[in-house]
C-alpha cells in the first residue's frame, strides 16, 4: 500500500515504525527539519518537508496514487484541511486525528465522508475508553471488546493460586464442562518472547495470558485465574489533561465518585466549572502528603494521566503501596511496559499504541472491522467478517491449512459470541476473532481474501 502520514510527532514517527517494517511504501511530511531527519535516518521511508496542506508538496508526495493517507499534526484544522485536499486529488482514504471529541459525537450529524474525512480519532477519547474498560473488568491488566461485548479479549498475570498453573491448556479446559474461553497468547514472565498457545502449552506462574471469551466467560476465567471481581466505585485521578478531564467526565456520567489532582490552578478552576459532579483538588500529585490527606488509601482505583510517564509510574507505586485495588499509568515510551508487571502496577496505556491500533485495520487486507496490537506483545488481534468467496468459507477450522503461528479465538454469528473450536464450521457472514504473530499475518490475510 501507499500510505501517506502527515505529522512526525510521536502518532506519527510510531504509526511509520510500525507501518515500515511491514514495508508499506510509507510518505512521512513535517515542517519539522529534526523529526524528518530522525525518520530518514532510522526508518525505510520517504520523507518531505512542508506543510501537509500544500497542493504541490501533496502532489510531490503523490497522493493521486495514495491508498492511504493519515493525518496526525498537531493540529486539527490541518489534519481535517489535509483529508478534504487528499481524497479530492485522488486518495482512496483519509483519516483525521482531532481533538474535538464533539466531532466524533456528532459524526451522524455532520457528514464528515461528504466532506472527504472516511474516519476520525482522538487518541485522548482512545485512551479515556480504554481506561472505562479497564475499570470495569477490574481484575485483569488488558481488556477489549468485539462488538460491544460479544467477545472479549481479557489479559492478566497468572498468580500462584491459578488452579491451572502447572496444567496444559487441554487440563485446564476440562476444569470446566461449558468451554467458555480460548487462551490466544502467552508471554513468560521475564522474557519478550510470544507464544500461540497450543493444547500442549503449560500454564506458568506470572504468565501474561491473553483469553478470548464471551461474557458469560468472564466471571469463569475470574475462578480460574484466582482473581478477585472488585467492586471499583471511588476514583481518584492524577492530572486534568485532556485524557484525565475525558475519564473524569465519562466516569461521572456513569456515577463513579470522582476525585481529580490538577497542580496549575488556573486549570484546576476550570475543570472545577465543567466537572461539576467531581471534586477537583489543586495540589501536587507527586506529593505522598498530599495524596494521604485526600485519602487516597479509600480509593478503589488511581489512575495517573500526567503528561510525564515517569511521574503517572512512580505516583501509582504510592498508590500500590496503600493496596489500591486498581492502578492505571499513562506512558509515553514503550520501552515501559516490559516494566508495569514486575514493578506492581496494574496497566499502562499508551495513546500512541491505541491509535496504532484504530489506524492499523485500514492496512489490513480482508475486511478486517477490528484489530489491536497487545501490549508488549508481538501479536496482533484481528477481527474480520467473512465473504462468501473466502478460502475459509464452508470450511471447518481443524481442517484449514492454519498457521501453528496464529489460532482463531472465537466467532460472532447472529450477534451471540462463540468460542470455535476444531469442529466449527466458518460460514459467510461470520466475524472471525484471529491472533497471530507478525510472519503469519500475510498467510492469514489470504485466508479471509
Do not use: W
Not at 114 to 140: N, R, V
Not at 210 to 222: A, M, N, P, R, S
Not at 408 to 426: C, N, T, Y
Request: net charge neutral; hydrophobic share 45%; glycine share 6%.
Amino acid at each position: 500500500m501507499k500510505i501517506i502520514i502527515a505529522g512526525a510527532g510521536e502518532v506519527g514517527i510510531h504509526l511509520a515504525k510500525l507501518l515500515s517494517y511491514e514495508s508499506q511504501n510509507i510518505t512521512l511530511i513535517d515542517t519539522n527539519k529534526e523529526s524528518l531527519a530522525y525518520a530518514d535516518n532510522h526508518l525505510d521511508i520517504r520523507v518531505l518537508r512542508g506543510d501537509a496542506t500544500s497542493i504541490s508538496i501533496l502532489k510531490d508526495a503523490q497522493v493521486y496514487e495514495s491508498d492511504l493517507v493519515i493525518g496526525v499534526t498537531s493540529s486539527e484544522t490541518t489534519n481535517l484541511t489535509l483529508c478534504m485536499l487528499a481524497k479530492q486529488l485522488g486518495s482512496k482514504r483519509t483519516i483525521a486525528r482531532i481533538a474535538n471529541t464533539e466531532f466524533i459525537d456528532n459524526k451522524e450529524l455532520i457528514k464528515f465522508s461528504d466532506l472527504g474525512i472516511d474516519e476520525l480519532i482522538s487518541p485522548e477519547e482512545l485512551a479515556a475508553t480504554e481506561i472505562q474498560l479497564l475499570l470495569s473488568k477490574s481484575a485483569f491488566n488488558d481488556t477489549y471488546e468485539f462488538e460491544d461485548g460479544k467477545l472479549i479479549m481479557i489479559g492478566v498475570s497468572l498468580p500462584k493460586s491459578a488452579p491451572f498453573v502447572g496444567k496444559m491448556v487441554k487440563e485446564a479446559a476440562k476444569i470446566f464442562s461449558t468451554i467458555n474461553f480460548m487462551p490466544i497468547a502467552l508471554q513468560r514472565m521475564g522474557t519478550q518472547f510470544t507464544l500461540i498457545p497450543r493444547g500442549d502449552t503449560v500454564f506458568k506462574e506470572g504468565d501474561q495470558v491473553y483469553f478470548i471469551t464471551t461474557k458469560e466467560g468472564v466471571d469463569e476465567l475470574y475462578k480460574l485465574t484466582g482473581k478477585k471481581k472488585e467492586e471499583i466505585k471511588n476514583v481518584m485521578i492524577l492530572g486534568g489533561s485532556k485524557v484525565g478531564y475525558k475519564t473524569a467526565r465519562d466516569l461521572c456520567v456513569n456515577k463513579f465518585n470522582v476525585k481529580l489532582i490538577e497542580k496549575n490552578k488556573e486549570k484546576a478552576f476550570d475543570l472545577a466549572d465543567e466537572l461539576p459532579n467531581a471534586l477537583i483538588i489543586n495540589g501536587d500529585g507527586r506529593n505522598a502528603e498530599l495524596l494521604e490527606e485526600e485519602s487516597l488509601q479509600s480509593m478503589d482505583a488511581f489512575i495517573a494521566v500526567t503528561g510525564n510517564s515517569e511521574t503517572n509510574i512512580m505516583s501509582c507505586l504510592v498508590a500500590k503501596s496503600k493496596f489500591i485495588k486498581k492502578t492505571i499509568a499513562l506512558v509515553e515510551n514503550m520501552n515501559y511496559f516490559q516494566l508495569s508487571h514486575s514493578i506492581g502496577i496494574d496497566t499502562l496505556i499508551n495513546k500512541k499504541l491505541l491509535a496504532a491500533n484504530h489506524i492499523f485495520r485500514h492496512v489490513r487486507r480482508g475486511e478486517v472491522v477490528a484489530l489491536m496490537r497487545l501490549n508488549n506483545l508481538n501479536a496482533e488481534i484481528l477481527e474480520f467478517v467473512v465473504k462468501p468467496n473466502s478460502k475459509v468459507t464452508g470450511s471447518v477450522i481443524r481442517e484449514l491449512d492454519f498457521p501453528r503461528m496464529a489460532t482463531i479465538g472465537g466467532v460472532i454469528r447472529d450477534d451471540k459470541g462463540i468460542i470455535a473450536l476444531g469442529g466449527f464450521e466458518i460460514k459467510a457472514g461470520d466475524r472471525v476473532v484471529v491472533c497471530c504473530l507478525p510472519k503469519a499475518i500475510q498467510k492469514i490475510e489470504r485466508l479471509f481474501l
